[in-house]
């Protein structure tokens, strides 16, 4: 006993030759683990305005009752899982007896006064998105002693980001309360950033009856410039969704678009083919994640790509040399045939994977988003998809203008007869063109499996809104698909705030069917006598 | 010929086969199930009475849709729709007699009203008390969406694929604004819990026989309305139009107003059919507009033989026979049965089983001409 002692002494001997803010570190720590609860209480609040991160251990333990004292030299304890810790310097001391510890107790008071000083040291946490963070929580809590806190912190503070945010909710802290000068200053710093806390807050400021004229007119002055800015960005995001929406329609769509301009016919199973390339993405997944290492597993959705491209692709080519080439000259009936296919592929996928919904993980680069603007919130995964949308037009245009496949399917479309005269196979450009649009169809059912479930009613969804931008855009060219797209798709998501999701469907649909009073054939009609057949 | 431009209605054949059908639907299987006591032999069971009352109306939509598209070639994928605004018309009506007599007891407001907390009825539900207007609204809301509806396409000549595209999105728009609770029909739920039909108690056994005899009228009457349609000189431009469109414009017809004709008779009788669906169901739902739905009456149309009224009752049964059985035996296998069904029937049977008879039959007088031409030189048929 008498040795260890000493050997406490020593180390307090120790401990005195640290710096003097380290030194109340450790004391304050020590006290934390006392009996007095006012005591507890006071240092609880004391290590939050010390700011020292080694803190924030002890007091997380504190606040969820892990923490004990050692009964010989009443040393602070962490205990974790069975073992323990010292509170002070993180050292492990492994497993104790429960005779050799008492745990120290916490009521709701402490515990209060524990996350005020949590919040107050997570602005000089080591790590930055906690510095972050809690710069950015403080917004919501603008006291005086916050205030102190962020200042200090400010002071200490290298990333401008965390700057930034530290200064932001400095202002709204200084908005409150202080001398006139300061808070005008404080809105004025307030009134450049559109987040609808800041036009909370200054809300409470306008409808504060003890605050002086000149800072509810501040106020008042700064809401309408927010809201200004708010409302632009609402445009902004309603129209990136609609592009987003848009760029999905497309994929959904070019595919149909591409094969009914050539052949005249409309699959109706053209969105099973989506749906295949959705399931082929959660197979190569599955399969991924059985047989390569855990930090390849997310590149196979880049190695399921040309996958769906080929499965649905030979699905569409088995189904034109099959069924629809004996059908040639009734669109109709094709119509009915290619109907009961997509009944059947359902039913077939509901029977091999089951009619529950799976998941196709996004992969690590596809997930999070970025803030563009405050308020407006780009996701990856949207962003990729409207890229990747991008990108496969450009493809598609490129087989279209610059290889001789392209130039026959664009005879083709224009006039089969004289296409066929002149010495194009047309039945081989057929089934070529009908497996191109199918295997487009797959690799949108790739990018559609990372915005959604995968379920066998994936390609119900999207058929009816392809079909309407075909009937839209006009067949046969890919600027018409482009543009009957991507403006129904904004066109759908601007009306929705005023109309809701639904009314703004149908008011899409009605507008399609006036607008094709004035042009039958779609946006972008080919023009001449073949059209007429 | 004394009226050329006249055909007859039917051949004698024709309505004798009329007639039989009409007296088994009419007298015997409501003989069979009211009258021959309950363990005969010839007894039928109670729950087939309403069933194929069903099918009497699902014949009446199938022969509406063989107008339009076996003799005016259009194909709408968007018939279900005028045959759920039928039902909604007569729901509103079954939903207006239920009275006080509801879970809330409210004497105006449907159950579903209450418990959304409306406080009075929307004014599109004003009149559904009285059953003329209800009737009178059963043909007057489809007509006049497709009136407005083909007035606007055919007008700009909007045929074939295209066509029946916006006729799918119309169901599809529908289905999805009648799923909204705010629109007043009773959203995801739709109507039900009837409780009677002018009077007569929905559910009894009385009622449900005197449903199929109604059903079993409409259907021969729409039947004869369709006949007498097709054998009039409109019909006749009619079948020019499915067969070469640009010709008869050229010859110096309109197709718009015939076009226009056919298509609204068609969703007035898909309406009628629709309203004596709904009491025999007991509900009706928004899940009735789905796309789906429709284009299966166009497999009931190509089963039984597209361009032959009777083909259309005929495939209705069928199919609809099918269905009850197999949903019943093996679910999982309806959907590539009717799959393969849709792709079979367009293959290979572009003409149904009307087409089998009568190919068998061609091929029988065949056989019989060349009995005959051992005796006698053939003679061209």
């Known amino acids: ?533 | 010929m004394p009226e050329a431009d006249r055909q007859s209605l039917m051949t004698p054949r024709g309505w004798a086969a009329f007639l039989a059908v009409g007296f088994v639907l009419i007298v015997l299987i409501p003989v069979a199930n009211r009258l021959v006591t309950p363990g005969g032999a010839l007894h039928l069971p109670e729950y087939l009475v309403p069933l194929i009352g069903k099918y009497c109306c699902y014949a009446m939509l199938a022969v509406a849709m063989d107008l339009i598209w076996g003799y005016a070639g259009i194909l709408s994928l968007g018939q279900g729709a005028f045959f759920a605004l039928g039902g909604y018309c007569m729901g509103m009506y079954l939903m207006r007699q239920i009275g006080d007599r509801g879970v809330y007891k409210n004497p105006v407001l449907p159950d579903f009203m209450v418990f959304l907390n409306w406080k009075e009825l929307p004014w599109y539900w004003h009149g559904f008390d009285m059953f003329w207007f209800a009737a009178l609204m059963v043909v007057v809301v489809p007509g006049v969406l497709a009136f407005v509806l083909g007035w606007l396409a055919f007008r700009s000549r909007v045929t074939g694929v295209y066509l029946s595209i916006i006729t799918q999105a119309l169901t599809f728009a529908l289905m999805l604004a009648f799923f909204r609770n705010n629109m007043g029909f009773g959203g995801n739920n739709g109507l039900t819990d009837f409780k009677d039909l002018l009077g007569f108690t929905v559910q009894s056994q009385p009622t449900r026989v005197g449903l199929l005899i109604a059903s079993a009228i409409g259907l021969g009457l729409a039947f004869l309305l369709c006949r007498w349609i097709i054998t009039s000189k409109l019909g006749r431009v009619c079948l020019a139009l499915r067969d070469a469109e640009s010709r008869v414009r050229f010859l110096g017809y309109s197709p718009t107003g015939a076009k226009l004709f056919v298509f609204v008779v068609a969703a007035m009788i898909s309406g009628v059919a629709g309203a004596l669906y709904v009491p025999q169901v007991g509900i009706i739902n928004p899940g009735e507009f789905s796309p789906a739905n429709s284009i299966e009456i166009a497999i009931w149309v190509a089963v039984g033989g597209r361009g032959t009224l009777a083909g259309a009752i005929l495939g209705a049964f069928i199919v609809n026979a099918a269905k009850t059985w197999l949903t019943g035996a093996a679910p999982e296998v309806w959907l590539f049965f009717l799959g393969a069904l849709f792709i079979v029937v367009t293959l290979f049977l572009p003409h149904g089983v009307v087409g089998i008879v009568r190919d068998w039959q061609a091929r029988r007088s065949a056989a019989r001409a060349t009995v005959l031409a051992s005796t006698r030189p053939a003679e061209a048929t």
């Open chain 1, 1 to 533: 006993m008498l040795v260890l002692r000493i050997l406490a002494g020593v180390l307090l001997l120790a401990l005195a030759w640290q710096p003097t803010h380290a030194q109340g570190f450790e004391e304050l720590v020590r006290k934390l683990a006392s009996d007095n609860f006012s005591e507890k209480l006071q240092a609880a609040e004391k290590l939050g305005d010390l700011g020292d991160g080694r803190a924030v251990p002890a007091l997380k333990a504190l606040a969820d009752g892990l923490l004990y004292v050692r009964t010989s030299d009443q040393a602070p304890l962490i205990q974790n899982g069975s073992r323990y810790f010292d509170a002070l310097t993180g050292q492990g001391l492994g497993e104790l007896p429960d005779s050799e510890v008492g745990k120290v107790r916490v009521n709701n008071r402490l515990r209060g006064v524990i996350a005020a000083s949590l919040s107050k040291l997570s602005l000089f946490s080591d790590d930055r998105a906690t510095r972050l963070a809690a710069a950015k929580a403080a917004f919501a809590n603008p006291t005086p002693e916050t205030a102190v806190a962020l200042e200090r912190a400010l002071r200490s503070e290298k990333d401008p980001e965390v700057m930034a945010a530290i200064r932001f909710s400095l202002a709204a802290a200084g908005v409150s309360a202080g001398a006139l000068s300061d808070r005008l200053k404080a809105i004025e710093a307030l009134a450049g950033t559109a987040d609808p806390q800041v036009r909370n807050l200054l809300n409470t400021v306008v409808n504060d009856r003890n605050a002086p004229s000149e800072v509810v007119k501040a106020a008042r002055d700064a809401l309408a410039s927010i809201e200004r800015q708010l409302a632009i960005v609402n445009i902004i995001e309603n129209v990136f969704q609609g592009i987003s929406l848009g760029s999905v329609l497309l994929l959904a769509a070019v595919g149909l678009a591409i094969t009914f301009g050539v052949m005249g016919v409309i699959n109706m199973a053209h969105g099973e083919m989506i749906m295949l390339g959705a399931y082929t993405a959660y197979t190569v997944q599955q399969v991924c994640r059985a047989v390569l290492p855990a930090d390849l597993v997310g590149f196979y959705l880049i190695l399921s790509l040309p996958i769906a491209f080929l499965v649905s692709g030979a699905v569409g080519v088995l189904l034109e040399r099959g069924v629809i080439r004996h059908l040639y000259g009734r669109p109709l009936e094709t119509m009915l045939a290619t109907w009961g296919i997509s009944l059947v592929l359902q039913q077939a996928v509901r029977s091999i994977f089951d009619a529950q919904n799976k998941e196709v993980a996004n992969p690590d680069w596809m997930t999070g988003g970025f803030d563009l603007v405050a308020g407006f919130f780009v996701s990856w995964n949207r962003l990729y998809i409207i890229i990747f949308c991008f990108l496969m037009l450009a493809i598609i245009a490129v087989i279209l203008r610059r290889t001789a496949f392209g130039l026959h399917m664009r005879a083709v479309t224009q006039n089969r007869d004289m296409a066929a005269a002149m010495g194009i196979p047309t039945a081989r450009i057929d089934a070529l063109t009908f497996g191109l649009g199918s295997g487009l169809a797959g690799m949108a059912g790739v990018a559609l499996s990372q915005i959604g479930n995968v379920s066998p009613n994936l390609g119900q969804i999207y058929i009816v809104d392809s079909f309407l931008v075909v009937v839209f855009g006009g067949v046969g060219n890919l600027m018409g698909t482009l543009v009957a797209s991507l403006s129904l798709g904004v066109i759908n998501k601007l009306l929705e705030p005023f109309a809701g999701a639904v009314l703004g469907k149908v008011a899409v649909l009605v507008f399609i069917i006036l607008f094709i009073q004035w042009r039958p054939r779609g946006l972008f009609a080919l023009k001449g006598r073949f059209v007429e057949q």
